[in-house]
């Protein structure tokens, strides 16, 4: 592995070409928290057949944090630079969760660089905030107004605030604006635009990413299909690694 600067942002990128001839190039993009080794299936799936290139996205991994809050263009963009670092002009995607947001927006504003679309429980589209979310909301304007109190407002403030924030808000750190920009950043509009084929790999027991999500994303997408794991989460490329393989593997063309 290897660390490539891109505008003076450096990433750890894996770089895999296949001993035999290669069916052309896959960029892997993990998911909020991942990195190069939680995709590992994947890239052990598809590297006989693909050059496979795949990275610690800035901020993750061994690949150190942006100077500013990104958002999703400029991880994409970012991506669309170090293919051009790697003299890559075109490739397919398979990333997840995050990584297939980056993706899917990607395709959506350079379709040139995009051939076929791989997303595992991608984020990207916000939803209606539940009962319990807009609880969690309300006792969150209590928190910061008690918090204005002193002292021991603040650390009432504080105690709320570590009750009610998701577990990725809570082990965000350093990465916690760009984690806030990311989360309100809403693709459908972008994703009618997408002309690359698209699968969507999704578990029925995803509870971070709904399966409602997966079936908006197909009736949005001109070309694309959807492909239910039962009994999987959120992870389902590692919840049944070996149907994900078989899978993949034939909507690239290398089955």
Known sequence: MDFIDIGGQKARVV????????RGEVVVLHGWGGRIESMGPVIDCLAPSFRVIALD?????????????????????????????????RAHFVGHSFGAKTSLYLAATHGDCVDKLVAVGSSGLRRAPTLKARGRRALSKGARAVGRLGVVGASLRDAVYARIASDDYKHAGELRPILVKVVNEDLSDLLPTIGAPTLLVWGTEDEAVPVAHARMMERLIPDAGLVLFEGAGHFAYLDQPDRFCRVVRHFLGAS
């Open 57 to 89: 996205l800035p901020g993750f991994g061994e690949s150190p944090t942006p100077d500013s809050a990104w958002g999703t263009p400029q991880y994409a963009q970012y991506v669309r630079d170090l293919l051009g670092r790697l003299e890559v002009k």
């Open 15 to 22: 770089d895999r070409v296949p001993a035999a001839g290669s």
